[in-house]
C-alpha cells in the first residue's frame, strides 16, 4: 500500500532561505529518482513556510530515501534552520497524494512535532495554521 510523508517546516530566519533552496532541489531531485517514489510536490508559503508531500511505494522506500544522500544530511541542519516543523507519515489506498487540507487534518490530528533548537510559542503548543494553496505556490516534481 502507498505511504505518505507530509512535512511542514518554517525556515526562522532569511539568512537561512539562500541554502535552504539550494537544498531544496537537490532533495527533491533525489526524491523523484528515488526508488518506490510515486509523487513529490511542494507548497511554498508567506512567512518562509514549506510543505512537503510525497508517496511512496512504502515505508522501506521512504526511509531508504529519507536517511541517504542529500536529504539524510540536510535534515540534520533544519534544527538550526526552523523554529517549526512538523511531520506525519500513514499509510493509503490510493497512490494519489492526498490534498493540501487533507494533509493539514492528518498532521493536526496525529502529526508530530520534529525537533528545532529555536521553537515558537505554536510550535511548543502543536498549533498549525492550514496550508495556504494560490496559483505558483505549489511546485510538482516529475
Known sequence: MPFVSITRL???????????????????????????????????????TFWTRTVWSSEQAMKAYMLSGVHGRV???LMKWCDEAAVIHWTQESAQPPTWEEAYQKLLETGRPSKVNHPTEAHRLHQIPSPK??????????
Open 10 to 48: 518554517r525556515i526562522r530566519s532569511w539568512r537561512f532561505l539562500p541554502i535552504f533552496f539550494i537544498q531544496v532541489l537537490r532533495t527533491a531531485r533525489q526524491a523523484k529518482s528515488a526508488e518506490g517514489s510515486l509523487a513529490v510536490s511542494m507548497l511554498r508559503e508567506a512567512k518562509n
Open 75 to 77: 535534515m540534520r541542519r
Open 133 to 142: 494553496v494560490r496559483a505558483k505556490s505549489e511546485l510538482l516534481f516529475k
